[in-house]
């Protein structure tokens, strides 16, 4: 890629990511398809990520900077680090998106940064693209009815990669505490895909069991779902993972993760039902990239209840921002930077 004398990187910002069409699915669904796949055939490296939180004992479960690490091999061939911070408070108190991201990419032959971007975009449709992947495995085929709880800049990204990626989806069922956040993101939602009707209800009980996808995107920092809201056929995409009780996961027919390892840490549900003796690896279903490539299965049946509960992989943000990058470079975007 690059020679050690006069070594030089690209900076993208988030207005570049945008033009590279970074607010639409298709490239995220590419990349995060072909990063799960690489993690079932373990052609990545990927360290556990280690949280950095300060007054850990009084502050909110959001309230983290996240250094995510990885390799990722087949054509991709990349290096790259993720460094997330998010506070709960932000939107209120700062009037700032709660997450702010910067990525590095770097050669791997020589380890030389090739690359430094905005990352929150990259993060949040890469996370959309993990549910949207998902709903192909392990919704009912030709679903028509999507439910959000939670409101936010997350939620709009859910759901604008949704109704993209699945024409069949006819109705959306939105939840915040906040109803003015969901009436908000209804009249957004509304006037950019009028095929589909956007419905604000009046609690996420309403919501939850009316959904043949059901996305979290909350910050939630306790349990507030129970398995009796959950419709049979229901596939959940937990993203924000603190959403469901816990006999959601044990009561659910399937339980997906995106990896195991990283998903049995950090004092999340499933960890708290290991601990308990009351959940297993034996006991999941699969990691999404095993459905992926066919090693295990997907939905089998119309009324199986699936629970994906994707922690969000590194591999997932480095595949997709190699992808960026490569159009930055074919396209002639970002600021040349010379260390």
């Not at 070594?7 to 995220?28: A, R, V």
């Not at 959940?236 to 816990?246: A, P, R």
């Not at 939905?299 to 480095?318: C, K, Q, W, Y």
Request: charged share 25%; glycine share 6%.
């Amino acid at each position: 890629m690059s020679t050690v004398q006069d070594h030089s990187l690209l900076y993208m910002s988030k207005q570049d990511i945008i033009d590279l069409g970074g607010l639409y699915s298709e490239p995220y669904v590419k990349a995060v398809t072909r990063a799960l796949e690489l993690h079932a055939k373990r052609d990545i490296v990927q360290p556990l990520k280690p949280y950095l939180r300060v007054n850990e004992e009084s502050g909110h479960i959001a309230d983290r900077i996240i250094a995510m690490p990885a390799y990722v091999g087949g054509d991709v061939a990349i290096s790259g680090l993720k460094w997330i911070g998010s506070k709960h408070d932000n939107p209120a108190k700062r009037h700032k998106e709660r997450a702010s991201a910067l990525i590095i990419l770097n050669d791997p032959e020589s380890n030389y940064p090739v690359a430094v971007m905005e990352g929150s975009v990259i993060s949040g449709m890469r996370t959309a693209a993990v549910t949207a992947i998902g709903a192909r495995y392990l919704a009912r085929e030709g679903f028509r009815r999507v439910s959000v709880i939670g409101c936010g800049v997350i939620a709009r990204m859910q759901i604008t990669s949704l109704l993209e990626q699945f024409d069949s989806i006819r109705t959306i069922h939105l939840y915040d505490l906040n109803a003015d956040t969901a009436r908000q993101l209804a009249d957004e939602i509304g006037s950019r895909f009028d095929q589909v009707e956007v419905r604000v209800e009046d609690s996420s009980e309403q919501a939850v069991r009316q959904a043949e996808v059901l996305v979290t995107a909350t910050v939630a920092s306790s349990p507030h779902i129970p398995y009796e809201w959950i419709a049979k056929g229901t596939f959940v995409s937990n993203i924000s993972i603190m959403d469901l009780h816990k006999d959601v996961f044990t009561q659910a027919d399937k339980v997906v993760v995106d990896d195991w390892d990283q998903s049995n840490r950090e004092k999340k549900i499933i960890n708290q039902l290991v601990l308990e003796g009351k959940f297993s690896r034996e006991q999941l279903h699969a990691e999404l990239g095993e459905i992926l490539i066919g090693e295990k299965p997907g939905r089998e049946h119309e009324d199986e209840i699936i629970v994906l509960n994707p922690m969000g992989m590194a591999i997932e943000d480095i595949s997709s921002a190699a992808e960026m990058y490569a159009r930055a470079v074919e396209q002639g975007k970002g600021t040349r930077l010379w260390l």
